[in-house]
């Protein structure tokens, strides 16, 4: 590389790096607007979903937001399934879902002027019917035989204590409206007043004259920081006048924590247990009689009974086989409070070696199994043989509502390549963050997989040319930045984001162009 493009990358590394730095919001006063930038960075929190029925159609729309990295999103429960109340536009059981594995489709919010597409499959994995919240979580990618990424391209929104909100508070709705076209709605007002939605004595929702309409439901309500205090559940029209509710996001956080600790949650295969001959199902195939416990070993489960103790890092279920040959197809699912948690109805192989009791097992690694109402259902051929319930600590008539807890926030890059003739966008570009005290030099000469071990976080453009890095960065320190297409020269920024400790979650990049080789 001659001195000139040294110089040139070196002084476009520090224009670079001055605009990042220039990304810090201030301090907003309570009743203002947010910033652009916090609306902006609101938006690429918001996801579209589209709710599916048993056979994978779609039935409607809603919106989420993305409330943890790992690929987490609140929403209402009317978007995955049936909730307790007058819902006009829902039916079925209170707490029953619409589709049986809880399964939705997800859409990124990456350009306020552009539709989303099906990019994930996502499932309900707890909440609450009564309260109207759901939280859900990406487990597949939407296209058949494509790979999800690890990590998952998203950007987190913060949540804020729906205790702080007052009476004439600034409030912004964000989300999907069905009236409102395909494209992300933004619309704000102010909280009007606060509601008993389920009529228990305590007050767990806002009233505002932001619109919430169909589709909405599900969606963002944020402060005037652009940090979550409600999720946007319907909407009224009286007289001409419009009146919107919002779900206080407190209610919510016992559901995220509970979902939360459910991440390492694994469905293990069968176990040969006792060879005694089994009792008969009702048609003499398939399973039947489950017993739940803490553990199984010389044909006796451990703790047996119908409630199990609160600490539970494993629940063991014992049934009864009967007639299932080898390559048989079957499935299993488990449910938390309702959610299904692990397995499948159908897709599994039976390779078990003849009648008899097996046992399953729902494993959290080293942590607890929350404290809740769990099921086992067993299938074959599709057809469900039989079920049992088990309850692990004390279940909650209501959970309390909590404050939010999470985790500090990291720091998003977004943005766009382009081609530098054209001005068209590169698909398939790599943003390439490089860890701190890492040199270009590092990454040259490294090999394999020993790459990875030096990046920070990845981004790849869609369609598009928009991209979102993964995971997110830690503040207070430096990082170089590499753009790479094939068909283009490389593009190398040297110690060009540095993130303070009030930078913006999300820093979003001028559109960046690469020359055709």
């Known amino acids: 590389m001659n001195p000139k493009s040294r110089n040139a990358l070196a002084a476009a590394g520090l224009a670079l790096s001055l605009a990042l730095s220039a990304l810090a919001a201030p301090v907003r006063a309570a009743g203002d607007d947010p910033t652009q930038e916090a609306i902006d960075n609101a938006l690429l929190s918001t996801v579209k ?166 589709g909405n439901s599900g969606g963002l309500a944020i402060n005037t920081e652009g940090q979550q205090i409600g999720i946007p559940s319907y909407g009224q029209t009286k007289d001409g006048n419009a009146i919107g509710r919002v779900r206080m996001i407190n209610l919510a956080e016992p559901y995220i924590q509970k979902a939360l600790q459910l991440d390492g949650v694994d469905d293990t295969k069968p176990r040969q247990g006792n060879r005694e001959a089994p009792a008969e199902p009702a048609d003499g195939v398939g399973f039947s009689n489950i017993r739940f416990g803490t553990d199984y070993a010389d044909g006796r489960l451990a703790n047996e009974g119908a409630t199990l103790p609160a600490g539970t890092r494993k629940i063991v279920a014992a049934v009864q086989v009967t007639e299932l040959a080898a390559g048989d197809e079957y499935g299993n699912v488990w449910y938390a409070d309702g959610k299904p948690t692990a397995g499948k109805q159908s897709g599994k192989e039976w390779d078990g070696d003849g009648d008899g009791e097996y046992t399953f097992s729902l494993n959290n690694g080293t942590q607890a199994i929350p404290e809740g109402k769990y ?71 490294a090999n394999g997989d020993d790459v990875k071990t030096l990046v920070a976080a990845l981004g790849v453009t869609d369609d598009t040319g928009a991209f979102i890095t993964a995971p997110g960065l830690a503040r207070g320190k430096t990082y170089s930045v590499m753009i790479a297409a094939d068909g283009y020269t490389e593009r190398r920024f040297e110690g060009a984001v540095t993130l303070k400790t009030d930078t913006s979650n999300v820093l979003k990049f001028d559109p960046i162009e690469l020359v055709a080789e």
């Open 49 to 214: 979903i589209w709710i599916l029925n048993p056979s994978n159609k779609v039935l409607g729309g809603c919106s989420g937001t993305v409330i943890d990295r790992a690929g987490y999103i609140l929403t209402n429960f009317h978007c995955v399934g049936t909730p307790e109340g007058n819902y006009s536009n829902t039916s079925g059981k209170p707490g029953s879902l619409y589709h049986p594995e809880g399964l939705v489709l997800v859409g990124l919010t990456l350009n306020p002027r552009k539709a989303p597409k099906p990019t994930y499959v996502a499932k309900a994995v707890a909440g609450s019917p009564k309260l109207d919240i759901a939280v859900l979580k990406i487990v597949a990618p939407a296209e058949k035989g494509a790979k999800l990424p690890d990590p998952l391209p998203l950007v987190v929104i913060q949540r804020s204590d729906s205790e702080a909100v007052k009476l004439g508070s600034f409030i912004g709705v964000l989300g999907y409206p069905g009236i409102g076209g395909d494209l992300v709605n933004y619309s704000s007002g102010k909280v009007s007043g606060f509601e008993d939605f389920d009529d228990d004595g305590e007050l767990d929702a806002f009233k505002t004259d932001a619109t919430v309409a169909g």
């Open 375 to 445: 099921r086992l259902e067993f299938f074959v051929g599709g057809r469900l043989t039989t079920a049992g319930d088990v309850i692990v600590g004390k279940v909650k008539t209501k959970e309390q509502a909590a404050p939010p807890k999470q985790a500090a926030s990291t720091v998003t890059l977004q943005g766009s390549v382009i081609d530098a003739d054209t001005q068209r966008p590169i698909e398939s570009a790599y943003v390439i963050v490089l860890k701190p005290g890492v040199s270009f030099d590092d990454i040259e000469a």
